[in-house]
């Protein structure tokens, strides 16, 4: 017989079909899928459930647990004596309370003339890095992302950083291989304590006023004035640890002699005082305490 194509194919499929061996009507499988489908009008509605979809849960990523903060220092002015030296100190914490570097770029006593003027306003404020005769910057200051001075690499007088906002001291050295950035930055020395320990070096002489800041390595600081002390003396008491309440793991000398200003506001716990020499002279830059923002 002699069929159109398309009557032809449906013939052979229709006679191949009738050869096949008898199959058992198992329904057809389904790929395993999250939603259910609608199924259309007149197709098999079998009760087959679906296989469920097979989930692998990835392994558990740990979870960073934050170090619990320890509790906060109180904001007060105290004075000690140790080891023969008279202290005057503000302790603080650096989570409600900043340090900022006040730079003259005009030179000693452009704008201030002495820790008071500086501080006013504030909470605290005193006298910071070393300068040259001609009134620049002795090392590197940074004031709210602003350069001033260049890094000191050879003095004694340079080898730690204070940095900002977010308080510290670190060593010059770590300092020229981090390569930090920080909007606030001065740099003074020598440091009188590192990692509780003194540093070699430190004179016995010149017994002076001095001015330094302290750190115990997480969020306690102070800002501290030394009637009379030589470096290395200064560094014995305050290795003595006069502070109760605060672990002076980190001390760095700030400029000294007649430089050393220190100025605390009425409003702090025990303030109200400034500690300066008779024949006090003009500074280039100071350190001012207020409350973070």
Same mark, same amino acid.
């Given at each position: 017989m002699?069929?159109p194509?398309l009557?032809?194919?449906? &013939?052979?499929?229709?006679l191949l079909?009738?050869c096949?061996?008898?199959?058992?009507n198992h329904?057809?499988?389904?790929a395993?899928?999250?939603?259910h489908?609608?199924?259309p009008?007149g197709?098999?509605?079998?009760?087959?459930p679906?296989?469920?979809p097979?989930?692998t849960?990835?392994?558990?990523?740990?979870?960073?647990v934050?170090?619990?903060?320890?509790?906060k220092?109180?904001?007060?002015?105290?004075?000690v004596?140790a080891?023969?030296?008279?202290?005057?100190?503000?302790?603080?914490?650096?989570?409600?309370h900043?340090? &900022?570097v006040?730079?003259?770029p005009?030179?000693?006593?452009?704008?201030?003339d002495?820790?008071?003027?500086a501080?006013?306003?504030?909470?605290?404020?005193?006298n910071?890095?070393?300068?040259t005769p001609?009134?620049?910057?002795?090392?590197?200051v940074?004031?709210k992302?602003?350069?001033?001075?260049?890094?000191n690499?050879?003095?004694?007088?340079?080898?730690?950083?204070?940095?900002?906002?977010?308080?510290?001291l670190?060593?010059?050295?770590e300092?020229?291989?981090t390569?930090?950035?920080?909007s606030e930055?001065?740099?003074a020395?020598?440091?009188?304590?590192?990692s509780?320990?003194?540093?070699?070096?430190l004179?016995?002489?010149d017994h002076r006023p001095?001015?330094?800041?302290?750190?115990?390595g997480?969020d306690?600081?102070?800002l501290?004035?030394?009637?009379?002390?030589?470096?290395?003396?200064l560094?014995e008491?305050l290795?003595?640890?006069?502070l109760s309440?605060l672990?002076?793991?980190?001390?760095l000398?700030l400029?000294?002699g007649?430089?050393?200003?220190f100025?605390?506001?009425?409003s702090?716990?025990?303030?109200?005082?400034?500690?300066?020499?008779?024949?006090n002279?003009d500074?280039?830059?100071?350190?001012?305490?207020?409350?973070?923002?």
């Open positions: 002699n069929f194509p009557a032809t194919t449906t &013939v052979a499929l229709t079909g009738a096949r061996p008898n199959q058992p329904p057809p499988l389904l395993p899928s999250y939603h489908r609608a199924i009008s197709e098999a509605t079998d009760h087959v679906a296989p469920k097979i989930t849960r990835a392994p558990k990523k740990p979870v960073a934050n170090p619990i903060e320890g509790p220092h109180p904001l007060k002015a105290r004075t004596t080891r023969g030296i008279d202290f005057s100190l503000v302790t603080f914490d650096r989570r409600d900043e340090l &900022v006040d730079d003259q005009g030179g000693p006593g452009s704008q201030y002495q820790a008071e003027d501080g006013r306003g504030h909470l605290a404020a005193i910071a890095g070393f300068f001609e009134g620049n910057p002795l090392g590197l940074i004031t992302g602003r350069k001033r001075g260049s890094i690499r050879a003095s004694f007088l340079g080898t730690g950083f204070f940095m900002g906002p977010k308080a510290s670190i060593s010059r050295t300092f020229l291989t390569q930090s950035n920080p930055l001065l740099q020395g020598p440091r009188l304590l590192w509780g320990e003194m540093l070699t070096g004179s016995d002489k001095r001015s330094f800041l302290l750190w115990d997480h306690h600081f102070a501290g004035y030394a009637h009379s002390a030589s470096l290395k003396g560094s008491a290795k003595s640890q006069p309440g672990e002076i793991t980190y001390a000398n400029d000294g007649r430089s050393s200003d100025w605390v506001s009425p702090i716990n025990g303030g109200g005082f400034s500690r300066n020499s008779f024949f002279k500074v280039r830059n100071y350190l001012v305490l207020h409350h973070r923002r």
